[in-house]
């Protein structure tokens, strides 16, 4: 059974959200890819910050970072930003694989209850 890409992983999930919540905004943070490095410094000058998750859903204060459900790592920058965001109060998710984010929100908005 082949692995399911990032960008398909976090795909499923946001269709899931749209259907499940579809009046809670959710967007992504396009800070990953490849890019040039023209384009790296342009966007690094318009305040792109390495690390930053994926998805973010404000009315909750909830950051998503999406991984591969196998073999997804989260980077050194990422762990930082990670741990600064829960340090001024918001919820991070890594969901390694759409039903891992799903399970894992379900249970940051249980707990909020």
Not at 6 to 25: A, G, M, N, S, W
Not at 47 to 52: K, Q
């Amino acid at each position: 059974m082949s692995v399911l890409s990032e960008h398909l992983e976090q795909v499923y999930f946001i269709q899931y959200f749209k259907r499940t919540y579809p009046d809670v905004l959710i967007f992504a943070i396009p800070n990953g890819g490849k890019r040039n490095l023209s384009e790296a410094a342009r966007l690094k000058a318009e305040g792109v910050v390495a690390g930053v998750p994926d998805l973010c859903i404000p009315a909750w204060r909830i950051y998503i970072e999406m991984k591969r459900s196998a073999g997804g790592v989260v980077s050194k920058e990422q762990q930082s930003i990670i741990k600064y965001l829960q340090s001024v109060g918001y919820d991070v998710i890594v969901g390694h694989g759409k039903d891992d984010a799903i399970e894992k929100l379900n249970g940051v908005l249980n707990a909020k209850k």
